[in-house]
């Protein structure tokens, strides 16, 4: 249940060129080089998912079970939410109040529920620049550059969520999502 998802995709004809704003007396050599090129991107941004905090001690008694919920005895979200994946880091600096939880007694359910907090958003941007090279009849050449995660930004995956695991909990460990990948890309259409 991601509650807003942004994205945005749009293919620009650079104004260079035969028929364009600019180039439009240039040679067929210069024009084949320097005209018709296309600049396409997406750029997606979204929140996070919902989270739920977890207890693996089976503090229930009801034997194997499903994942059991801790107790639920503050905000779960700190004041100063962050992104660290240092333990030792001041408590209100992790994305999740650890103290906002508590280890239930014994045969009994916690009381935290379901997708109490969020994980980090995720934003990126692709794009290619591309161009078809005419090649006599219907057939042609595109070559295109093509950029995947363009500014190589990271996007971090949720925190550790058991309160029996007091090395990560709280703490994001992960990055979703791959770091800047660039392709080069030639195709003859025929």
């Known amino acids: ?33 320097l005209g018709g090129w296309k600049v396409s991107a997406i750029f997606q941004a979204r929140t996070g998912f919902p989270i739920t905090v977890q207890n ?6 009801q034997g194997t079970r499903s994942t059991e919920w801790p107790n639920c005895i503050g905000n779960p979200v700190p004041a100063h939410q962050s992104i660290t994946s240092d333990p030792n880091a001041p408590n209100d600096s992790k994305w999740l109040d650890i103290t906002a939880f508590q280890v239930p007694a014994l045969g009994t359910f916690g009381t935290c529920g379901t997708g109490i907090a969020t994980a ?16 006599g009849g219907a057939r042609y050449l595109e070559v295109r550059a093509e950029a995947f995660n363009l500014l190589n930004h990271p ?3 949720p925190p550790g969520r058991d309160i029996n695991t007091l090395q990560t909990f709280g703490i994001i460990t992960s990055t979703v999502g791959n770091p800047r990948v660039i392709e080069l890309v030639a195709k003859f259409f025929f």
């Not at 509650?3 to 007396?25: C, D, I, M, Q, T």
């Not at 693996?56 to 008694?61: E, H, M, P, T, Y």
């Open 1 to 33: 249940d991601v509650r807003h998802n942004f994205v945005l995709a749009a293919n620009y004809e650079l104004p260079w060129g035969n028929g364009k704003r600019w180039g439009s007396n240039w040679s067929g050599v210069t024009d084949a080089v």
């Open 56 to 61: 693996s001690n089976r503090r229930s008694l």
């Open 120 to 135: 980090p958003g995720y934003n990126n941007v692709d794009a290619s620049l591309s161009k078809r090279f005419k090649a």
């Open 155 to 157: 996007n971090f995956g």
